[in-house]
Every structure is written in structure tokens, then in C-alpha cells.
């Protein structure tokens, strides 16, 4: 082989230098982009009846699809990097394929690290699909057909749990004066979040739809209902309320409204 002159060893050299920095570059633009994947990830992401809270669960999933593989009507899905949700982790949209809800979740039993937990096992160690808290359906009042006036019970019929994860209110309709209005109302501590009633749901987008369980609030401990008796003993046993040792001003309503300490 003849010997490569020095110029053409400096060109190799500089091409190869070339092709190790742009796989450099390229490493780094993917680990920056799976970086900004996992930061913002879709809160509104639905995740398999039992999924442990958000941090663990991605902690504990390994991406290996048995879940998916498990499920009988293909509502698992695995996601890819363009659906803004980690990737290769298991997800489902309602308004696609919903949770049907299967008795015996052969998603949760598949799964080897205990991301789907059992959280849904009974204390008889039966598991119990009505205990899942995939998320909670919200009505859309503003374009739920119902709140104007026509009768739909579509989503109540939908429901797995009927009459109980969804009740039908009555109310009258103002507009007409003589027809009863037939309004959906969810029950959040009932309903599992399995989508049935998005994926039925005769709007063009659905009027009612699943949050995940994370997106919903609590009144937090700055408040409390003198009549919920857990409450009143988290009021007793938290050190953050104190007493306020001020004595009650012996001003009257108006005095304390005019007064320029206010």
C-alpha cells in the first residue's frame, strides 16, 4: 500500500474529526431533547388503571410494553418522542379506545415492576377495577348540549358504573319555561377516569372529558370544614395553626371599617 502523503493524511484526519463531532452534537441534541421531553411532559397524559403517583411511576416503568401486550382491546399505547409523554411509556386516550374496564386488568398483573401497583387488591386480595383512579371525566358546561336545553344521557348511559360515577340532575329550563333540562354531573370520589363516556360523547370534540387524578386540587390546610370531623382533628394536630393571642377589638363593625388602621 502506497503511504498516504502528509495532505492527505490531514484530510482524513480532519474528516474524522469532523464525523466524531457531529455524533457528539447529535448525543447532545437527543439527550437535550429527551431532557425537554421529560420536563415537559403531558400533565393531561392518562396513564394504566394502578399507575403509581407520576415520579414513581416513571421511576419504576422500564418501558417493556407487557402492559400493552396485555390488553384485550388495544387501549395501551406506547408512546413515541413526537407525543410530548416519556418515551415508551404506556398511555391511552379516551376519545380513541377508552378503559373497558376489564375485571381482571391483565394490564396490572403483566406488569414486573410494580408501576401498575396493587393498589387495586382488595383486602379479601381480589383486585378491583372500580377502584382505579386513572382521572376523573369533567363536563364542558359551555358546549355540553344538555345545558341547552336538548336531552342527551349519552355519557350516563356510557358509564360503567351508571348512576353512581355519573348522575342525571334535573333542572329547569329557563329558556322554554316548560321542559325539564337533563344535566350530567360527575361524582369524582366514584369515577375511575376509564373514558367511556369521552369516547361517546356526539360533540365534534368531546364535552366531557379525563383529567388525570394530579390535575385536580385540593382546599389545602389553610381551610377546613367545621363539620368533617378529619378536618377538625388536622386542625388540632397541626403545628402551623396557632391561636392568635390578639384580644377581639371591642369596636363595632363600622368603627373598624372607618378606622385609618384599615
Not at 404506556?90 to 378503559?99: A, K, Q, V
Not at 366514584?190 to 386540587?217: D, N, Q, W, Y
Request: hydrophobic share 35%.
Amino acid at each position: 500500500m502506497k503511504k498516504l502523503r502528509s495532505s492527505d493524511r490531514r484530510k482524513v484526519l480532519i474528516s474524522g474529526l469532523k464525523a466524531a463531532g457531529l455524533a457528539l452534537m447529535g448525543s447532545f441534541a437527543w439527550s437535550a431533547f429527551i431532557n425537554d421531553q421529560a420536563k415537559a411532559a403531558n400533565s393531561f397524559v392518562l396513564r394504566p388503571p394502578a399507575a403509581k403517583e407520576k415520579k414513581e411511576f416513571l421511576k419504576s416503568c422500564i418501558r417493556c410494553g407487557l402492559c400493552v401486550e396485555a390488553c384485550p382491546y388495544h387501549t395501551l399505547k406506547l408512546s413515541d418522542a413526537a407525543q410530548g409523554v416519556p418515551l415508551g411509556t404506556p398511555y391511552f386516550t379516551p376519545r380513541t379506545i377508552p378503559c373497558y374496564m376489564c375485571e381482571d386488568i391483565p394490564c396490572v398483573t403483566a406488569c414486573p415492576t410494580k408501576a401498575l401497583d396493587s393498589s387495586l387488591v382488595t383486602v379479601e386480595g381480589t383486585l378491583d377495577i372500580n377502584r382505579a383512579k386513572m382521572g376523573i371525566a369533567v363536563v364542558d358546561t359551555k358546549h355540553c348540549i344538555a345545558y341547552d336545553g336538548i336531552r342527551c344521557e349519552v355519557c350516563y348511559r356510557a358509564c360503567p358504573l351508571i348512576g353512581e360515577a355519573i348522575v342525571i340532575e334535573l333542572r329547569h329550563n329557563e329558556r322554554t319555561d316548560k321542559h325539564a333540562m337533563f344535566i350530567p354531573l360527575v361524582n369524582n370520589d366514584i369515577c375511575t377516569g376509564c373514558g367511556k363516556c369521552e369516547r361517546a360523547c356526539v360533540t365534534k370534540e368531546a364535552s366531557i372529558f379525563v383529567l388525570p387524578p394530579h390535575m385536580f386540587g385540593a382546599s389545602g390546610e389553610h381551610y377546613a370544614k367545621g363539620w368533617d370531623e378529619k378536618d377538625e382533628e388536622r386542625l388540632r394536630t397541626q403545628e402551623s395553626v396557632k391561636k392568635s393571642d390578639k384580644p377581639l377589638s371591642s369596636k363595632g363593625a363600622q368603627d373598624y371599617l372607618n378606622s385609618e388602621e384599615f
